[in-house]
């Protein structure tokens, strides 16, 4: 009977550990910065964590999608879709200053 409950408390866990393999790598994870910083901003560090977006000091709870090259990035009601120019260069539109490109800030 233990080995039952053995048995299938591995096949649980390795079942879990399976799943967590397939997740896509999230590819905007990481501290981001303005490329060109404009004169409304002072070039502010974006970080992104598996959960969170940390900006100004802030650090809200988000939702990632991910579809080719784009991420959406969901908060609330709020949402912004990143779209990468390569592996360390993204952009987003702004309804006020326009396109914003953003550089990854290396460790």
């Known amino acids: 009977m233990n080995t039952r409950i053995y048995t299938t408390s591995f096949l649980i866990f390795l079942s879990t550990q399976l799943a967590a393999c397939n997740e896509p790598v999230n590819p905007l994870i990481g501290q981001w910065q303005e490329a060109s910083p404009t004169p409304a901003s002072t070039g502010h560090t974006i970080e992104f964590t598996p959960s969170t977006m940390r900006l100004n000091g802030q650090t809200v709870t988000v939702v990632y999608q991910m579809r080719d090259n784009k991420i959406r990035v969901s908060a ?13 260069s993204i952009h987003y539109e702004d309804k006020n200053n326009g396109t914003i490109n953003l550089i990854r800030v290396k460790p």
């Open 76 to 88: 609330s009601k709020n949402a912004i879709i990143y779209e990468f120019d390569d592996a360390d």
